[in-house]
C-alpha cells in the first residue's frame, strides 16, 4: 500500500464539473492498493496516517500536533497510479497495483475503517472524512500548506 499524504489548507475532488468531496484545514491522501494489500497494511497505515505529527503546536514546533488534534479533515481520493513503474519503456507498467475489483474493495475497506477509527479516537467531533469517487476522472485542487508532503509504503511480508 501506497499513500501521499499531503498537508493542505483546503483540497477538493470535482467529477464531471460536480464537487463530490470538500475540506478545510487537514490531510490529502492520494491512496494507491497493491496486489498483496491485506487488513495488516490498511490498519498499519490508518494509525499511521491518524497520528503522525504533522501540524504545527502551539510552541511553534512544525510538526507538533496529529490531524485528530487539531480536529482537522481527511480527503481520500484512490490513485492506482502510484503504482506505476516507469523503470523499462516508456510506459508505466500497473503489475504491482491490485485489479480494479479488488482495489476498489480495499479502498472503501480503508476509508470505512478510517471512518471507524477517526470516530473512536477520543475526538469529540470525529474526524471530517471526504472522498473522491473510485474509477473516475478526477480533477483535485489543493491549497499545500507547508509545503508538506510525503509518502509513506506498507508493503505484505
Known amino acids: 500500500m ?11 475532488v470535482t467529477v464531471a464539473e460536480q464537487v463530490i468531496g470538500k475540506i478545510g484545514t487537514g490531510l490529502l491522501l492520494f ?3 497493491a496486489t498483496s494489500d491485506t487488513d495488516a497494511e490498511l490498519d498499519w497505515m490508518i494509525k499511521k ?5 504533522l501540524f504545527p503546536g ?11 488534534e487539531i480536529q482537522g479533515a481527511l480527503l481520500v481520493v484512490s490513485q492506482f497510479t502510484l503504482y506505476g513503474d516507469c523503470r523499462k519503456g516508456r510506459r ?3 503489475d504491482r497495483a491490485a485489479n480494479p475489483e479488488i482495489a476498489r474493495q480495499q479502498y472503501e475497506r480503508f476509508v470505512e475503517k478510517l471512518r471507524q477509527t477517526g470516530s473512536t479516537t477520543g475526538s469529540t467531533t470525529g474526524l471530517t472524512i471526504e472522498t473522491g469517487q473510485f474509477g ?22
Open 2 to 12: 501506497r499513500v501521499v499524504i499531503q498537508r493542505v489548507t483546503s483540497a477538493q
Open 31 to 33: 491512496v494507491g492498493i
Open 49 to 53: 496516517v491518524l497520528e503522525l505529527r
Open 58 to 68: 502551539e510552541a511553534g514546533n512544525r510538526f507538533d500536533r496529529s490531524v485528530q
Open 92 to 94: 508505466p507498467s500497473f
Open 136 to 157: 473516475a476522472n478526477m480533477q483535485v485542487s489543493l491549497q499545500n500548506d507547508g509545503p508538506v508532503t510525503l509518502l509513506l509504503k506498507r508493503e505484505a511480508d
